[in-house]
């Protein structure tokens, strides 16, 4: 049984623009941008920068409703606050049991981060190294949120602007030696394998510019968990949706930037065999330079990704268990207010992988495909944030017109399906078949608690409005009942 309650907005949290700007980048800026440009050169030759801008465009409008949700309410529990108080409650469950193996794709930041440490320090350049590499990463940032919001902020910000300042230097050094005609459209190595999908003998996806769009839009539409950190924010309605329109230039300066010099600097066969950028960043850089890169670029990317991911499975859960879909002792939170069981049964099935030494192809694929499908859930809450919160809405600062806004939620849509196609195509079968099963056998569970349970969920986003709010109440408790 499923009952909807009515819970007084708490009072504004401490984290101004600069912290959610910081959490935003860092959540968005992991391993893509280091991981995938090699691989989209090989995907589309010179023109791997434009399938750059392409994907951030689409990353955009792949996220786009979350900037218009964001600007009319202010939400405590990120996803699965929007799925329990727009889409309704049963979507709620689902997302809070399949948040629950979504931890095994989330390993990838660590897996990335051991690698990368590893081929700095060939001492420990092999598969022991790597696992205690990982694993003592994901220790660090374990203990880091077990402090709770605020600490992780801090940290979060130092580590943002590192990042940033080492990908420019990046981008400085490889514009400074570009040799090659990328910009000219009508080379014949701009364009390799045509502008749509090329496909292997066995079905998968391995080249095309499309191709290279869809294998950089995973690093470009994180940020929209920013929206997770509405309770801790100063004023969120105005900073939040501010942060996320920030994100856009940054990663056109940040993405295009690097992906521009990796281009144009190095030919095909000078990369080789190679799928990063530490061999170009190597060539590029002298010395310490280059020792200054790979910590400031790719590990702090990670970092940033890991630190972020701990934070937004602490608020997930917490709230899905104060509301009765996951037991009430595995969100029991800590002074700091961390769900310190929850946390620890994630940062264990972070672990595991490191410790199988999954691939990073295999860990980005499972995270890809379960970010979307919890985007596709979105989308039924999506359609009824103006019938819930009309005058909240009304009075947006980035309020258009119903009907376009409508649009922007089935663009969004479109882009969370073709992502879960290009996903399942990318996997190998078996891993595709059981990670479909997963989900589905996950959703089935959280259905049949909605039936047998007893979930009592208190509202977790707030309009500013009183009467607004107990109606939207209301509303989504009729749709259940």
Partial sequence: MIKIKYAHEPAPGKLGLKELYAIAVGTVIGSGVITLIVPAIKYTGYSAWFAYFCAIVMGFFMISPYLFVSSTVRVQGGVYSLLANLAGPKLAGVNAFVSLIQPLGTALFGVSTAAYVCDMIPAINNPTGKIVVGVATLTIFYLVNLMGVNVMAKFQKFMVWL?????????????????????????????????GFQFSDSGSINGGFLGAVMLFVFSCNGYYNTIAYGKSAADAKRDIPKVLLMCIPTLIVCYVGVAIAATGSMTLEEYGESTTLVYAAKKLMPGILYYVFIIGGPIMALLSTINTSFASI???????????????WFGRQNKHGVP???????????????????????????????????????????IRMPKLYPNAWKRSKYHIPDSLYYVLCVISLFVCCLTIWKTTLSMPKILAVGSVIGIIVLTIVALIRAKTGTINIETSIWAGDIEEDRHAVEMNGGTIE
Wanted: glycine content about 6%.
């Fill in 340 to 382: 310190t069981i929850a946390l620890t049964y994630y940062y264990i099935l972070m672990v595991i992988p490191v410790l199988l030494s999954l691939t990073i192809t295999t860990l980005t694929n499972m995270i890809q495909l379960m970010v979307a499908f919890f985007n596709v859930l979105m989308f039924f809450g999506f």
């Fill in 314 to 328: 602490a608020i997930n859960v917490g709230q899905s268990c104060r509301d009765g879909w996951l037991p009430e």
């Fill in 163 to 195: 990042l940033i300042a080492a990908l420019c230097m990046f981008t400085v050094f490889g514009v400074a030696n570009m040799k090659l005609p990328i910009f000219n459209t009508t080379d014949p190595s701009w364009l390799i394998k045509g502008w």
